[in-house]
């Protein structure tokens, strides 16, 4: 088996449980982690964005991934987030001894410094000249302000082929999309980072999905992309649009506000984040709980 194929199907970029007192709730991760697994996720992605990573302090950081590695007991891949827009620092967090026992690392590119599409393709070269895990790239513009080019992934893809081992994206893009998949090498994953076009993009020859509403449905996603990825596309539809209603929901007023909405209406977690993130209002909260009383019917 190639390596990147333990990161092909459903991956679920895992929320960070708080207290009402904004303190991590470590048992309740831990039972989520847990709840993934059991639940039919393939692999659990740690420290992305929908875990609020950038309100974690480094200490956190490495409790939180400590907890998820510990949970998983090796039933699936961990692959944490280090990523950054200081290549230096990136390259050094990859030294970081909190990062034992993780299967892949997961890598957003550079945000707000706006590097040319060379400045992307020589970042991400010094990390994969350093990582002693498999690399998946991370593009989603609409956070960044700069986009990993078909260009730039397909040529990291080639020249750092037993590293670089594929791609999140989130661009939006589907010619870009498809560009990827059409000249990428073998073995290299293209995965979807938007829950609404996990289906379309498997069915265009994607790999799957680093998903955010599979922290509140994970059987339901798991199920669908597994559909989609064996060609059953009657059932992987049903599932999509049985979905799709409350994926639109919970991004309406940003990630996680409103998967975290969902996860306490069904008990799983308190309705807690850290500034600047705040919880969604009351109309979307109701309509939320709408949902997920449908959803339950289903």
Sequence with gaps: ??????????????????????????????????????????????????????TLSGKEKGDVLGCVIEASGNRVPVMAGVGGNDT???????????LKGVQ??????????????????????????????PVMLYNVPGRTSSNISAVTCI???TDFHDTIIGIKEASGDFTQVMDIIGGRPDGFLVVSGDDALTLPMISAGGDGVISVIG???????????????????EKARELHYSLFPMIKAIFREGNPSGVKASMEIQGWIENALRLPLIPVTNPLYEEIARLDAQLRRT
């Excluded at 230096?88 to 909190?98: D, G, M, N």
């Excluded at 059987?219 to 989609?228: I, L, P, Y």
Aim: proline content about 5%.
């Design 1 to 54: 088996m190639a390596v990147s194929d333990q990161f092909r199907g459903t991956g679920v970029a895992m929320i960070t449980p708080f207290q009402k007192d904004g303190e991590i709730d470590f048992g309740r991760l831990s039972e989520h982690a847990d709840r993934l697994i059991k639940r039919g996720t393939g692999y659990l992605v740690v420290l992305g964005t929908t875990a609020e990573t950038p």
């Design 88 to 98: 230096r620092a990136v390259t050094e967090a990859l030294k970081s001894p909190w």
């Design 104 to 133: 892949g690392i997961l890598s957003v590119s550079p945000y707000y410094n706006k590097p040319t599409q060379e400045g992307i393709y020589q970042h991400f070269a010094a990390i994969a000249s350093v990582s002693e895990w």
């Design 155 to 157: 040529r990291l893809a």
């Design 215 to 233: 922290n509140a449905y994970p059987s339901q996603m798991s199920t669908m992309v597994a559909s989609a990825l064996d060609g059953s596309f």
